[in-house]
């Protein structure tokens, strides 16, 4: 397989006064022949310890870093799920997608800021009977908190 790997993040901790220490990070190890050569993103930890003199691995893991949620398939499901409930014409549907808490809501035909859930079905009434149908023709996710928000645009 001719593994190979590249430090992209590590740290050092020493311990027993010099005498043995903690290197952990992350690394881009390549695995394969060629053009089948390929990347993998993974994580490790070594203790090293100086034993006799020399410096022995004491301790040593390896594995691949877990992957996390696709933000940008995520992403564009939901935003057809927000389609899929304007084509119901129904303002309540619309509505529901949208939080109680901490709206703040820029609508595409209305010079409001809307900031209260209540205003967003009010608005959602006349929208639906435009007909409206969305289609992403470019788009980019940031994720915040580890995924736990995100702003697709």
């Known amino acids: 397989k001719n593994p190979f790997g590249t430090i992209t993040d590590d740290s050092v901790t020493v311990f027993e006064d010099g005498e043995a220490y903690l290197h952990s990070g992350m690394y881009t190890f390549e695995l394969g022949e060629g053009a089948a050569r390929a990347p993998v993103e993974a994580r490790f ?3 090293w310890r100086k034993i006799n003199g020399d410096w022995k691995i004491t301790h ?7 992957q ?5 398939s995520i992403a564009r499901a939901n935003f057809q799920k927000w389609n899929d409930a304007l084509q119901t014409k129904d303002a309540a549907t619309v509505a529901s997608l949208y939080s109680n808490a901490d709206l703040s809501f ?3 035909v209305s010079p409001k800021h809307i900031k209260q859930i209540e ?3 009010e608005y959602f009434k006349d929208f639906v009977m435009k007909n409206p149908f969305g289609t992403i023709t470019d788009d980019s996710v940031t994720v915040f908190e580890d995924g736990e928000a995100y702003l697709h645009s």
């Not at 040593?60 to 877990?66: D, F, M």
């Not at 996390?68 to 940008?72: A, R």
Request: glycine share 4%.
């Open 45 to 47: 930890s070594y203790v």
């Open 106 to 108: 820029l609508p595409t």
């Open 119 to 121: 205003n967003t079905e």
């Open 68 to 72: 996390g949620p696709d933000m940008l």
């Open 60 to 66: 040593h893991h390896s594995s691949v870093r877990p």
